[in-house]
């Protein structure tokens, strides 16, 4: 059974970075897919980024790309997400999942770790 645990979130100024990672145990193959997705209480939580685990095809939202990064390192089983010029709109409980195939629909991912809190101060 794979288990997911996110770190790395914290209290960051706007326009500052923080590094997400999200370590996993047991077994991560070629075909599936890292995501990161975030929620903030009120509102469904949202795709950010996702990384396919073979060949490390990335995919982002909007609003992420040009300000977010993911990667993976596979010896590690790790897959981190960059996130720089944060701004306070980025604020929220951040959570990675693995998934079979690519989506941006959260229930299209079937493991998730608890998250890490990102706090961005105006």
């Known amino acids: 059974q794979v288990q997911l645990v996110e770190s790395g979130g914290g209290l960051v100024q706007a326009g500052g970075s923080l590094r997400l990672s999200c370590a996993a145990s047991?077994?991560?193959?070629?075909?599936?897919?890292m995501g990161w997705f975030r929620q903030v209480p009120g509102k469904e939580r949202e795709f950010v980024a996702a990384?396919?685990?073979?060949?490390?095809?990335?995919y982002y939202a909007d609003s992420a790309k040009g300000r977010f990064i993911i990667s993976r390192d596979k010896a590690e089983k790790t897959v981190y997400l960059q996130m720089n010029s944060l701004k306070p709109e980025d604020a929220a409980l951040y959570f990675c999942?693995?998934?079979?195939?690519?989506?941006?629909?959260?229930?299209?991912?079937?493991?998730w770790g608890q998250g890490t809190r990102v706090t961005v101060s105006a």
């Open positions: 999942a693995r998934g079979n195939s690519y989506s941006v629909i959260p229930a299209s991912y079937s493991i």
């Open positions: 047991g077994n991560i193959f070629s075909s599936h897919v």
């Open positions: 990384i396919r685990w073979g060949h490390g095809t990335t």
